[in-house]
């Protein structure tokens, strides 16, 4: 078998005494669609963050296409504090930034919309192309670069045409409703060239036409640019139309795992969900 | 109006004004009242690059810095100290043995005669920003990780301590200490003779200066490195998740800030008649903060028009407020020394509150001109249909 | 002559010199705590108390004159908070400093245009003022003083803090000042209330470190009013502890620096005087940019992780 494109080995994030992630391993096999979803508070933005370089974990692994990206294990005061599992398993520090994993081909979009607010939709995309561009400060400032500025924006112009958003190129990006927001943000993710998208519960604030919508918009971003998609959702009709697979945590512990028929039937769903059946009768 | 128009129009006002400049420079002689605004062109296109350096981190970059005057400091002691002649430095150094026995301008005046002078200049120009723009490379190793506020206050010790460095009797020999550079270029050099006629050229010399360094900095922020510290002041997360280096971009940022600050202080040093370190106190930097914020934080032509009228009202306008008689009323009890600064920081504090955005708040001035050019026209067109109107 | 009758005047010195930069940190900890602002008008107050000192003492006998000028003081920094940073409650960071920068400003030329830009004499105050002689070394009795009246006040402060109702409502702005205001907490008597606070312990320091100068002059609060800043940086901004500490660790060692080429002449290290005291001023700064290269949120300070 294909090695997955995403894979995570144990692991653990702890803030403090905190344990937000607890022994998470995954994998998102080359063109699927997997999602993880669970309560709120679950853990699936850390998870994410985790991923992307923003936090460092304090135990486990995760590989990108079979390399690690990043790595780690309980140091310092941790150390003594830790409480998840498989301690001294791991024994390498490595991180990357979260633009060096980027660069790698992760792009991903943030919960509470995190859009260059001040900037044009253009702009917007545009930067998005800074960190592939063959120039330095001198050529760029000089316009020594102007080849490479124009197929920036070349690509970048195709993109938007692509995604329908062409017309609204020199709008200021706060000033877009919200459903459009979200798509500039899977747009400006989409420039990185990313293999692996990761979408931080895009259907967020949509009404169910909206959600219909996106979740065919998934589907074709996809085919079209050849990705793998790891998403974290609420909306369970649109996890259950779309994802391959589907992963669920709750309190940072995976508790099922597999296709959305399987996933909706199990019990310890129903119950991170709905809360304790006890409870209820009690 | 096209692109192309566009440029040819701003070509030809900056050709306009240089050429202003210097007919200027021609007629006015140095004891007419009018040459205090020569003093002032001078003074303001200084404060305009250091506003437009410090416009670059603090508005586009969105890094607090405040550091400009410890900079200032390093580009103009630079300058000075590449600029004295040799023959003189036994009479600078008065209590130290000087220990830098080198001056662009002689060096290569010895060997091109005046355009070799010109060139030493322009290196020592130069060396005086490199020399600054090394110094923010190192600062900022430890600081650029810092979050504003903390950025803020560390920056503004540095400059304490370079400042304090530069005062330390053990550099004697290199900075004079305490004591005050003098004799090296300043601008008074920019002047052409042709037989016996003299083109006087230095407030042509400092504005054109201020002008191309100004000029590179507008270049480098419509750049792709531009859009890139505009993105990091939007949000450095999501800067980040676009694969944008944020140390690295932010490394820069406050290199190119501190390089044309540098600049500034040697323009600077060039203007006054000595270096001093005592001089660029965190007031200086609080200065031109303020010029920057009044301009508007993130536009350039903003803080060219706000370093303009700064330093004219505060220098020249306002004069009268302090020698007894302003606007023709006569009253030496209430206009004497101090009262210009007075009303000066009352309309500092007036603009700070009631128009927070500044002159121009991020939009440029051609922007502004054609938005003004717009509603123009459209009041001339309703006027004319009022006008065509029957019984109108 | 020992090291230690060399050392122990500097040290004396230190001691009340940085008592009286943690009286003043305290203000920039409390209002940098609730507003996020570091208050650069603070060290200009500082000033101006100094000033008002000059002319009241001038005009009215000293009972009198000493409480009316921390009135004065606390209404100045009252009337500084109401006119410049109320307004601006709602508007970006940056604008709000660039307001305090501006109000400096205006103080330290309004004091220009007052006083001509002379020195004024600062009065004596008798007794606190008299020389006295501690284990060998002579120093004015505010010397003394100082150290122990800024630790009544602070334990003063903290009681205010911990049990008073507004000390209960200072807390819980500085933990969450969109929350607090849900709570139905009065945010602009508390903000006004920590600037009063403020402001009286810059009046009490203000009088102290004065007594030890020999006059005022408008630019007096510039430098003072920066290192208590960075002692409350240095501290843990929000922490009066942290202040108090970061007060006392600067002073002494600003102080110690003066004395460093006497004692090292003295233990033979070196010959001739290194002329160390220039770096008096910046090595605060040293010092400031070593704790936040190595603790950024200072000795005591929380540490607080971003969102995303």
Redo the contacts between chains.
Sequence with gaps: MAEAVLRLEDVTMQFGGVVAVNDLSLEVNEGEIVALIGPNGAGKTTAFNCITGVYEPTNGRVLFHGEAIVEGYPQGRMRAQYKGENLGKYANTIRYTPDRITRRGIARTFQNIRLFKALTVFENVLIAKHMRARQNVFSAALRLNAKEERRMRDEVKLLLDAQNLAHLKDHVASSLPYGLQRRLEIARALATGPSLLLLDEPAAGMNPQETQELAAFIQELREEYKLTIFLIEHHMDLVMKISDRVYVLDFGNLISHGTPDHVQSDPRVIEAYLGVADDAED | MTKKTHRLTAAALLALMFAMIIVLEQIIKPTDAAAMLLTVLKKSSVYALVAVSMNLLNGFTGLFSLGQAGFMLLGAYTYAIFTIPLADREFVYQYYDCVVHFSFPEALGSIMGGFGALLGVALAVILAGLVAAAAAWLIGLPVLRLKSDYLAIATLGFAEIIRAVFQWGKLGPVTNAANPLKNYVRLNFFRLSIGDTTINLSAFASVMMATLCIGAIVLLVNSSYGRAFKAIREDEIAAEAMGLNLYRLKQLAFCISSFFAGIGGAMLAMFANTVQANNFKAAMTYEILLIVVLGGIGSISGSCISALLFIFSSEWWLRGLDSGRFLGIAAPSVFRNGFRLVVFSLIIMAVVLFFRRGIMGDKELPYAAGRLWGRLRAFLAKADRKAGEPNG | MGLFQIILPYLLAGVSVGGQYALMAIGYSMV?GIL?L?N?AHGDVFMVSGLIMVYMAQALPLYLSIPAVILLTVLLGFAVERA?YK??RS?P???V???A??????LQ??A???T??LNKNYPAIPWVSDSITVLGATTKRVTIITPFLMLALVAGLVVLIRHTKIGMAMRTVAKDFETSQLMGIKLDRVISFTFAIGSFLAATGSMLYFSNYPGVIP?AG?MPG?KA??AA?FGGIGSIPGAVLGGLIIGVCESIIKGMDTVLVHLGLIRSP??LA??S??F???L??II??FK?TGLFGEKT??K?
């Design positions: 940098y996020r570091i650069f410049a307004p601006l508007a960071r940056m604008s400093m660039v307001s920068i501006a109000v400096s400003y205006l030329n309004l220009l245009y007052i001509g830009g630019t510039g920066l800043f960075v940086v290194l002329e220039t770096f001023d910046a605060t700064f040293v400031l940019i936040l290269v950024p992780t971003d995303v």
